[in-house]
Nanobody, 126 residues
Framework: QVQLVESGGGLVQAGGSLRLSCAAS????????MAWFRQAPGKEREFVAA????????AYADSVKGRFTISRDNAKNALSLQMNSLNPEDTAVYYC???????????????????WGQGTQVTVAS
């Protein structure tokens, strides 16, 4: 059974940084595309970043490009999201997600991901 557990959220001042982590278990982590999504109150869940199983050419939402960096450590079964220059619009619950099929390309659509973590709250104060 695939399990994803996020950590690293919290309260930060605008302009600050946070690093989110996602611990994965239950299958061969290196074979699967991973992603981060977020959901703000009253809004739909939206794509943040994705990294495929080759760990090349990560994809980012335009709103975070140049500020956020997604990475994976296959030896540790871990996904990370380094978030810099945070602003209040980044406030949301952040979710780690994994595709169900191995060796598949990255996607920005929530429907393409089969496994989700419980989420971690990120709050950016102005």
């Amino acid at each position: 059974q695939v399990q994803l557990v996020e950590s690293g959220g919290g309260l930060v001042q605008a302009g600050g940084s946070l690093r989110l982590s996602c611990a994965a278990s239950g299958r061969t982590f290196s074979h699967y595309t991973m992603a981060w999504f977020r959901q703000a109150p009253g809004k739909e869940r939206e794509f943040v970043a994705a990294i495929d199983w080759t760990a090349t050419s990560p994809a980012y939402a335009d709103s975070v490009k140049g500020r956020f960096t997604i990475s994976r450590d296959n030896a540790k079964n871990a996904l990370s999201l380094q978030m810099n220059s945070l602003n209040p619009e980044d406030t949301a619950v952040y979710y780690c997600a994994a595709k169900g099929a191995p060796f598949s390309s990255a996607s920005t659509r929530t429907m393409d991901y089969d496994y989700w973590g419980q989420g971690t709250q990120v709050t950016v104060a102005s």
